[in-house]
């Protein structure tokens, strides 16, 4: 069994779903954006629909665009002594929403084995009250649990209606979202065994936070076979 | 009479047959479970952040401790995302050498599931059978890329260098008479790819050992048959892969679904189970193994007539070879370039998934266009599996709680990453 092509997943979901934005084709993968107060519906659409038939959510992630295409090294600039080791990192406004782009968007995956097709499903959550919410899929997948859960943990997005949203990889007690990007690498605090009071105890973390390599955005030159490189 | 009521218990994180640190809350109602809630995340590293503070190629290595039993198929799916968004394809040769690699990974991953599952179950000599057949593969990782488990051996356009042509000997010593020296060394006189072929020929028989031992025992299958019943479409909505999925009687396998690499133009089947019982996903496991024979030895024969590149010419990507830095000052810039600075992907996302021994191992790779990615998630299979944990063993023994959490083959490298 072949995968299904493209054209015919996208020839689908606009005819069952005609009022979405069209959905984009790159690489062979199929990705629409759903607008968050219509997630559920459309789910349940693209699990149901005849020539959909997405019976399976492979994985439910999320994306922090905080900083996205931000370098942290400017080389067009040299001065007589040369590039300095510096690295200038601006610190990002770690607002949930920065004008009309968002920062989060919930990325979802889904596979149709009876019809052997993916498709990428992309929602923004809403922000209500300094909290980022997006309603749950578990009643449809209950793959999304665990899923949901992690997101929940690692980023901070609220899933309105999940059964159990407890922390899941992270410690018991732990404070933040450790995945946003205004979370640093190295954390907030270090444990370490206190022999005066016989117990393991949590301090503020003693590392600085650095840059080894800093982050650079090249034009990528042409292939030698003549491929352009960005194809 | 006092009201009697559920009794709640804890179990592991250190406990033998928790396969790693997992934590079970169980509510149990005499010796029945009710409810198990399993807490996860003790082996939590942060892999998928890390890799955004490290350029595309140092991730290489934390791809094989995800999921440490079964490392290679790790970074292929890691390996195929960068390619992908690259725009480029490794050389055939890499292909297959990938492929042959993917295929022994597999089988490593099945004996060291077999074994610990056995042990769980009661059934001891098993697990000594199947280190045995292990080594031997760890001895073929250790001479393709130098190192027993954690190879870093794909990198981006190809695999690091080619097969070798002489494979490590044994050395005499006063503990091994000659005899027995002679006996080891026996399979590694040729190359490497000879001694894949001498396992090759063995292996088939190494599985009709342990099927004799399990196939038809009956204790095995009182421990097995009609324990964690899954039927196909709960195990699709569970987000089940692999044999997982195959075992409740989906024939379901990416590596004929959706080729990728050269499997397309190879030959093998897909088994699948009946039941979705404990038993069943451990038929399909150990006929995956003798699958992944038929693949190694089609690979063999073809790498051992079709010479050429193992990786990708192109400096930006794969460092030049040290004969040419010795001469070359533009190949020891790019060489410097790309071991400091590393190389810029194109702005764009992926989602790469490959078969791997457990299930749809996925990766979706976002890059901004910078030489690091921008977001790296890992799809591990396990994940969804352990989820379904509660599902599968409600109304079930504490007993056939162990035969659960080995049957589903559960590795915390890559469930916590």
């Known amino acids: ?231 | 009479m006092p009201e009697l009521q559920n009794f709640t218990m804890n179990f592991g994180p250190q406990h033998p047959a928790a396969h790693g640190v997992l934590r079970l809350v169980v509510e149990v109602d005499g010796e029945v479970i009710r409810k198990a809630d399993p807490h996860i995340g003790l082996l939590h590293r942060g892999t998928e952040k890390l890799a955004e503070s490290k350029p595309f190629n140092q991730s290489i290595g934390y791809m094989d401790r995800l999921d440490y039993v079964s490392m290679m198929c790790n970074e292929h799916a890691y390996v195929l995302a960068i390619e992908r968004l690259l725009g480029v394809t490794a050389p055939p040769r890499a292909q297959y050498i990938r492929v042959l690699f993917d295929e022994l990974t597999r089988i490593t991953n099945h004996l060291l599931w077999l074994g610990s599952h056995a042990l769980d179950i009661g059934a001891m000599s098993v697990f000594l059978y199947c280190f045995r057949e292990r080594e031997d593969i760890m001895d073929m990782y250790e001479a393709v890329s130098g190192a027993r488990m954690h190879a870093t051996y794909y990198r981006p356009g190809g695999v690091h260098r080619d097969l070798p042509d002489t494979m490590p000997r044994y050395e005499p010593s006063r503990f091994r008479s000659r005899r027995e020296l002679k006996r080891l060394n026996a399979a590694r006189e040729g190359s490497l790819l000879d001694f894949i072929a001498a396992f090759a020929d063995r292996f088939p028989s190494c599985v009709d050992e342990y099927e004799e031992l399990l196939t038809d025992n009956r204790i095995w299958k009182q421990r097995t048959v009609g324990i964690g019943v899954v039927d196909p479409e709960t195990a699709l909505a569970y987000g089940f892969t692999g044999p997982m999925l195959r075992g409740s009687g989906v024939a379901w396998d990416l590596r004929k679904t959706q080729p990728y690499e050269v499997y397309a133009d190879l030959d093998f089947e897909i088994p699948i189970g009946r039941h979705g019982d404990c038993y069943d996903r451990y038929l399909v496991r150990m006929a995956e193994m003798r699958q992944s024979v038929r693949l190694v030895r089609q690979c063999v024969d073809w790498l051992r007539t079709h010479p050429g590149p193992v990786h990708l010419d192109d400096y930006k990507i794969v460092p030049p070879p040290r004969a040419v830095m010795k001469h070359d000052m533009e190949a020891l810039i790019h060489h410097f370039k790309l071991f400091s600075e590393g190389y810029s992907v194109p702005e764009g996302e992926t989602y790469a998934a490959v078969e791997h021994p457990k299930g749809e191992f996925g990766i979706y790779l976002v890059s901004d266009g910078a030489n690091k990615p921008y977001r790296l998630r890992i799809r591990a299979p396990g994940f969804a599996h352990l989820a379904a944990l509660d599902m599968m063993v409600r109304g079930h023994m504490i007993a056939d709680l162990v035969a659960v959490i080995g049957t589903q083959d559960i590795v915390f490298g890559e469930i916590d990453r």
């Open chain 1, 1 to 231: 069994m072949r995968p299904s092509s493209p054209e015919t997943l996208v020839a689908r979901i606009r005819e069952v779903l005609p009022d979405l934005a069209a959905p984009t084709v790159v690489r062979d993968e199929v990705t629409i954006e759903v607008p968050e107060s219509r997630w559920l519906g459309v789910a349940q659409t693209l699990r149901d629909e005849e020539g959909l038939n997405f019976e399976q959510l492979v994985d439910l992630t999320a994306v922090d665009y905080l900083g996205y295409g931000q370098v942290q090294w400017t080389t067009h600039e040299a001065t007589s002594v040369g590039f300095s080791r510096a690295v200038l990192v601006a610190p990002p406004d770690p607002a949930l929403q920065e004008g009309d782009r968002p920062r989060f968007k919930v990325v979802v995956h889904l596979l149709s084995v009876r019809g052997n097709r993916r498709l990428r499903v992309k929602i923004v959550p809403a922000v209500r009250e300094g909290l980022l919410i997006l309603p749950s899929s578990v009643t449809l997948w209950p793959s999304a649990d665990w899923y949901e859960r992690e997101v929940f943990d690692l980023f901070g997005i609220v899933f309105e209606g999940h059964p159990d949203l407890r922390r899941i990889l992270t410690d018991y007690g732990f404070v933040g979202h450790p995945f946003r990007k205004d979370f640093p690498l190295s954390g907030h605090v270090e444990v370490r065994y206190d022999p005066g009071q016989k117990r393991v105890i949590q301090e503020p973390v003693s590392i600085e936070p650095r840059v080894l390599v800093p982050r650079v955005v090249r034009p990528i030159a042409e292939r030698p076979d003549g491929s352009p490189a960005d194809a």
